[in-house]
């Protein structure tokens, strides 16, 4: 696959869909690069929003990481500034209006290859983190592109990297190789009416229609191109992406969310968990993909070996600050019951949350700015005498069931 043919596809059909217009709706959030998820898992907490922070977003298409983070950057109050990259002028087009409607300043845009930083280097040297979603997967050679992200790395960054893993996308692959046979020659949008014509065709036996986890197809126009007729797209289980990590020089600090890769999230009988007792992190992670098959992308956050093990952050002490992510911790906590339970969708399937006592009282008081020091005293004072050490106990609980399931990181 030549830059040329990558190239033509996003600007015949920017990826993903995105009319400028909406942002005065909504701020699409995700993951990679949601700037507390940054914080938590490539900088151990300790962002100083007073200094500004450098990120590049290679591969930005239309923009969703880009705006994202540049406007959680605007929102804290960072000075830094980001750094769009990409092949396709229609799709930069779109980032750029998106820009325009929020008002954002804080974006320089540009047109290259990841595989060619050395331009941006040289205006504005390495970046203290690298956004790269959905990019390495549709590469010749995704190690090559690892390599020259992390050659754009300043020392202590990360990289906030998602490709696509192959038992959730069961079928796809399939039915990519059956469109090249009769769609290969076609120009794009005809290759798209093809594609929808075969799909509703198709017998019930196909993969692609039985596969639950999988529905870009029913989407617009850039979502099925990229999805069944990209000129380029392989998929990584986990031991790959270690491998491709391990191919820039860096390592796997976290991957997204936790519970995803656990083990005992999915399989409730410890005659056999226990069969995986001495297995590293990420070799039960590998096992908990087989079993589950309903990954469809790993997303992860990549370091340097020397710097994992600050890397993500830990309950550790009473100068963590608990911050939250799309939940109201005070509502939840008005109906949570001391020992309750939450549940939370992850993966299609609904996962129960077993809380602490004290699940509800800690809840109501994290608003992103009270250290657990303060928490601590101020549950003390309400429910008796509390031993620190029994409280961060509960808290621990209570901020693994939350960060598994990417409701709750700490800041510092």
């Known amino acids: 696959m030549s830059i040329d043919t990558l190239r033509a596809q996003y600007e015949a059909f920017p990826y993903p869909a995105r009319n400028p217009a909406d942002e005065t709706k909504r701020l699409i959030t995700g993951s990679p690069s949601h700037l507390d998820e940054v914080n938590h898992n490539v900088f151990g907490g300790r962002l100083d929003h007073a200094?500004?922070?450098?990120?590049?977003?290679?591969?930005?298409?239309?923009?969703?990481?880009?705006?994202?983070?540049?406007?959680?950057?605007?929102?804290?109050?960072?000075?830094?500034?980001?750094?769009?990259?990409?092949?396709s002028d229609a799709a930069r087009g779109i980032a750029e209006a998106r820009a325009g409607a929020r008002g954002l300043t804080n974006i320089d845009f540009r047109r290259g290859s990841l595989l060619d930083l050395g331009g941006l280097l040289e205006e504005g040297g390495p970046f203290d983190y690298i956004d790269c979603c959905g990019v390495l997967h549709h590469l010749d050679e995704p190690a090559a592109g690892i390599r020259s992200l992390a050659g754009a790395l300043k020392p202590g960054g990360g990289i906030g990297l998602m490709v696509y893993a192959p038992y959730g996308r069961t079928g796809v692959y399939p039915m990519q190789a059956a469109l090249r046979t009769i769609a290969a020659d076609l120009p794009p949008k005809e290759q798209v009416a093809l594609a929808r014509r075969l799909i509703e065709r198709l017998p019930p036996s196909n993969w692609l229609l039985r596969n639950p986890f999988i529905n870009d197809h029913k989407q617009a126009d850039a979502d099925l191109y990229d999805l069944l007729l990209h000129s380029c797209d392989r998929p990584f289980t986990v031991?790959?992406?270690?491998?491709?990590?391990a191919a820039g020089g860096l390592a796997i600090a976290a991957l997204v969310e936790p519970y995803r890769y656990d083990p005992a999230v999915w399989v409730?009988?410890?005659?056999?968990?226990?069969?995986?007792?001495?297995?590293?992190?990420?070799?039960?992670?590998?096992?908990?993909?087989q079993v589950t098959?309903?990954?469809?992308?790993?997303?992860?956050?990549?370091v340097r070996p020397e710097d994992a093990e600050g890397a993500v952050a830990r309950p550790?002490?009473?100068?963590?600050?608990?911050?939250?992510?799309?939940?109201?911790?005070?509502?939840v906590a008005k109906g949570l019951p001391p020992g309750g339970v939450l549940e939370a969708e992850l993966m299609g399937a609904v996962v129960p949350l077993p809380l602490p006592r004290l699940a509800g009282p800690i809840l109501a008081r994290v608003d992103g700015r009270a250290s657990l020091g303060t928490i601590h005293q101020a549950v003390a004072e309400k429910a008796g005498p509390l031993a620190w050490d029994a409280f961060l106990a509960q808290f621990t609980q209570l901020?693994?069931?939350?960060?598994?399931?990417?409701?709750m990181y700490l800041r510092r």
């Open 316 to 331: 550790d002490g009473p100068e963590a600050v608990p911050v939250l992510r799309d939940l109201d911790g005070a509502a």
């Open 399 to 407: 901020f693994t069931a939350l960060n598994g399931v990417g409701k």
């Open 51 to 87: 200094k500004p922070l450098s990120v590049l977003v290679a591969g930005g298409g239309t923009g969703d990481g880009t705006i994202m983070i540049a406007q959680q950057m605007a929102d804290a109050g960072n000075p830094g500034r980001v750094t769009y990259l990409d092949l």
């Open 293 to 302: 098959g309903s990954m469809t992308k790993h997303i992860a956050y990549l």
């Open 268 to 289: 409730k009988d410890p005659r056999l968990l226990k069969r995986l007792d001495g297995l590293s992190r990420l070799e039960r992670a590998a096992w908990t993909e």
């Open 239 to 245: 031991p790959e992406l270690a491998e491709l990590a």
